[in-house]
């Protein structure tokens, strides 16, 4: 579910419970509005705590910027059981479009807007050199996205706040094995133009798994000890085999993907 705040000083800022950076394909953001999980300037640690919480996330960043909410935009059922401490507009059913194309910002310019930039910036025909090396096998990974995609969703069937970490997880597993489908499918696009969007989900999708790993390892003792090893081991592999769209000069958190 998406949440819209308005802030005193007349931002925009938009959450939703799915997880840190997860934008659907179909979603556009305009350029004012802001996308609380995405703002860098917040550290992970903090962004991690709003993680399944939407009207905790429209607060903690205006909190972060020095403003409060004024009013808060949402489907009646979604304020259930939290208090926006502010103005609440509550939308019923018939106020959602049902048709139409959304303008603005594709996911991967919200979540990453200078990798989106030097990405529009290759030519077509570089865009294979972009992509770590094809796998042996050239059949397509077993789509597990449906299932995996459950996972995800399964901790918001619950209030406690131990599902922070249950969803990152999942997140995760579910980030890596989009990646895998997205590269799949930019090895054997048909032309430029579905290479171009395919190249970009990969990136995106890596963004989002990383993201996820950053956030689970701001988590208390415990919590996230079991993927520990693993995200150690995701790393190494990110490093050896990610995206090369930074330029020699440039130091980033992981190559291709999030320039700092």
Not at 92 to 110: C, F, H, N, W, Y
Request: aromatic share 8%; hydrophobic share 40%; glycine share 6%.
């Amino acid at each position: 579910m998406w949440l819209t705040g308005l802030t005193t000083d007349g931002t925009i800022v938009v959450a939703n419970n799915y997880g840190l950076g997860y934008i659907s394909p179909w979603v556009k953001l305009p350029a004012p509005v802001k996308f609380a999980f995405a703002d860098e300037s917040i550290p992970i640690a903090e962004r991690a705590k709003w993680v399944t919480f939407p009207i905790a996330a429209l607060q903690g960043w205006a909190e972060s910027h020095h403003t409060a909410l004024r009013a808060v935009i949402a489907m009646e059922d979604q304020f259930e059981g939290f208090d926006s401490g502010c103005a609440e507009i509550k939308l019923q059913p018939d106020d959602i479009p049902t048709a139409g194309k959304m303008e603005g910002r594709s996911r991967l310019e919200v979540l990453a807007p200078d990798v989106a930039i030097r990405l529009a910036s290759v030519p077509d025909t570089a865009l294979a050199d972009l992509l770590p090396p094809p796998p042996a096998d050239p059949e397509p990974p077993e789509d597990r996205r449906m299932n995996l995609l459950m996972e995800v969703f399964r901790p918001l069937l619950s209030s406690d706040s131990g599902r922070i970490p249950l969803q990152l997880k999942a997140m995760a597993e579910f980030a890596d094995h989009m990646q895998k489908m997205a590269l799949h499918s930019a090895y054997t696009a048909a032309d430029a133009e579905a290479l171009r969007i395919d190249t970009e989900d990969a990136i995106y999708w890596q963004h989002v798994g990383v993201l996820s790993r950053d956030a689970l390892g701001t988590m208390p003792e415990g919590s996230q000890s079991s993927e520990r090893h693993r995200s150690r081991k995701w790393r190494r592999r990110v490093t050896r085999h990610a995206f090369d769209l930074s330029g020699p000069a440039e130091s980033t958190r992981y190559r291709g993907c999030n320039a700092t």
